[in-house]
T-cell receptor, first 114, second 118 residues
């Protein structure tokens, strides 16, 4: 069974640009959640989607957005990039219940903002 | 105040030593879930264990064991006879609904970097 796939794995952007990250969950999983990992702030919850609906959102500015498609694949978008957005962005999927059970993580997308 | 506190930033041990990673949490919910995840250098978090707030039974899985104590709001993780392959960052996490609804949010501790030296 294929794991959670995140693309791209690495990317470099400049301030002011926007970026879209993609996450393909494990087949059959309907819940996808996103996390930002930085050395200073650690792992922080961004948002969670279940059956194409955003169920919960962390404390991030409106520049961070996401969506989930009917096939459960998810994308997150960061607009008007800032230096502080440099981070490892992790996606996780789970079969059904939102964030009360085991999460399966991808290897992440490492974003560098110059 | 942090909801999940992992006071140990880094721990270094010699192979075969036992090591305990501490985790203290804070929540007002009566129903919540606690987790431990391992993050090796590759970056992918690996699930180790989940406990719900109604199950205080300790658990042992091979060299790993977990001690959940609601009275002290702690969920500590012990590795017995550590091995070099145990070297990783370990995260404790809390899932709670905050508003008491069905939408849960996961909060991670800052993590503990464990280095097991040969």
């Amino acid at each position: 069974k294929a794991g959670v796939t995140q693309t791209p794995r690495y990317l470099i952007k400049t301030r002011g640009q926007q970026v879209t990250l993609s996450c393909s969950p494990i087949s059959g999983h309907r819940s996808v959640s996103w996390y930002q990992q930085t050395p200073g702030q650690g792992l922080q919850f961004l948002f969670e989607y279940f059956s194409e609906t955003q169920r919960n959102k962390g404390n991030f500015p409106g520049r961070f957005s996401g969506r989930q498609f009917s096939n459960s694949r998810s994308e997150m978008n960061v607009s008007t990039l800032e230096l502080g957005d440099s981070a490892l962005y992790l996606c996780a999927s789970s079969p059904g219940q939102p964030i009360t059970g085991e999460l399966f993580f991808g290897e992440g997308s490492r974003l560098t903002v110059l | 105040a942090q909801k999940v506190t992992q006071a140990q930033t880094e721990i270094s041990v010699v192979e075969k030593e036992d090591v305990t990673l501490d985790c203290v949490y804070e929540t007002r919910d009566t129903t919540y879930y606690l987790f431990w995840y391992k993050q090796p250098p590759s970056g992918e978090l690996v699930f180790l264990i989940r406990r719900n707030s109604f199950d205080e039974q300790n658990e042992i899985s091979g060299r790993y064991s977990w001690n959940f104590q609601k009275s002290t709001s702690s969920f500590n993780f012990t590795i017995t006879a550590s091995q070099v392959v145990d070297s990783a960052v370990y995260f404790c996490a809390l899932s709670e609904s905050e508003s008491g609804g069905s939408n849960y949010k996961l909060t991670f501790g800052k993590g503990t970097l464990l280095t097991v030296n040969p």
